[in-house]
């Protein structure tokens, strides 16, 4: 227990459905972190959140949209996925944006259909 | 950008062996690179870390060797036991975490 919580653990949806993923970080942590990991990819950086403002968008998407109410909370919003964005969607939190250790979450294993 | 390569892509080793993973990085303003152990079902657990002020760091087990001038740094865990079996990645981080790039990961098996 790493202290990062993600909900739910799987989600099978529709290319027109709208989901949302959810993240919590029990840490007292200022950053919170989406990543993407594909088979045989490495781990994409998705989003970067520092005192709940997006501070990096690595070229995603318009399809996912996260939101930061709080530094605690951190959601993925899906609409009108494709079949390729199957991929497990991992949440990630550090004490401060940077180069510090980065605890993750047990992530979404998402299935597009 | 950063590109980090990792090998090798799958290892197997006897129980008690070492194992030794790699990875080179492409960008010299990284300076913090972590390794992480991920088993199945579970995400990433940082096992150790590196920054660049310092050549090696041990936990146990488990040492980490940055050689800045080559660009890469090595995984080394000794006396390897079967719940060491998972995928291991390596991560460059340059200033901020928009620019972390993480290896392609390394599949270790532990034989009993």
């Known amino acids: 227990e790493t202290g990062v919580t993600q909900t739910p653990r799987h989600l099978v949806m529709g290319m027109t459905n709208k989901k949302s993923l959810k993240c919590e970080q029990h840490?007292?942590?200022?950053?919170m972190y989406w990543y993407k990991q594909s088979a045989k990819k490495p781990l994409e950086l998705m989003f970067v959140y520092s005192l709940e403002e997006r501070v990096e968008n690595n070229s995603v998407p318009s399809r996912f949209s996260p939101e930061c109410p709080n530094s605690s909370h951190l959601f993925l919003h899906l609409h009108t996925l494709q079949p390729e964005d199957s991929a497990l969607y991992l949440c990630?939190?550090?004490?401060?944006?940077?180069?510090?250790?980065?605890?993750f979450g047990p992530g979404t294993r998402l299935l597009v259909l | 950008g950063e590109n980090v390569e990792q090998h090798p892509s799958t290892l197997s080793v006897q129980e008690g062996d070492s194992a030794v993973i790699k990875c080179t990085y492409s960008?010299?303003?990284?300076?913090?690179f972590p390794w992480y152990k991920q088993e199945l079902g579970k995400g990433p657990q940082l096992i150790i870390d590196?920054?660049?002020?310092?050549g090696e760091k041990k936990d146990q087990r488990i040492a980490v060797t940055l050689n800045k001038t080559a660009k890469h740094f090595s995984l080394h865990i000794t006396e390897t036991q079967p719940e060491d079996s998972a995928v291991y990645f390596c991560?460059?981080?340059?200033?901020?975490?928009?620019?972390?790039?993480f290896g392609d990961g390394t599949t270790l098996t532990v034989k009993p």
């Open positions: 840490l007292g942590h200022n950053a």
């Open positions: 991560a460059a981080f340059g200033a901020n975490a928009g620019k972390s790039t």
């Open positions: 990630a939190s550090s004490q401060n944006r940077g180069q510090e250790t980065q605890y």
């Open positions: 590196i920054r660049s002020n310092v």
């Open positions: 960008d010299s303003a990284s300076n913090y």
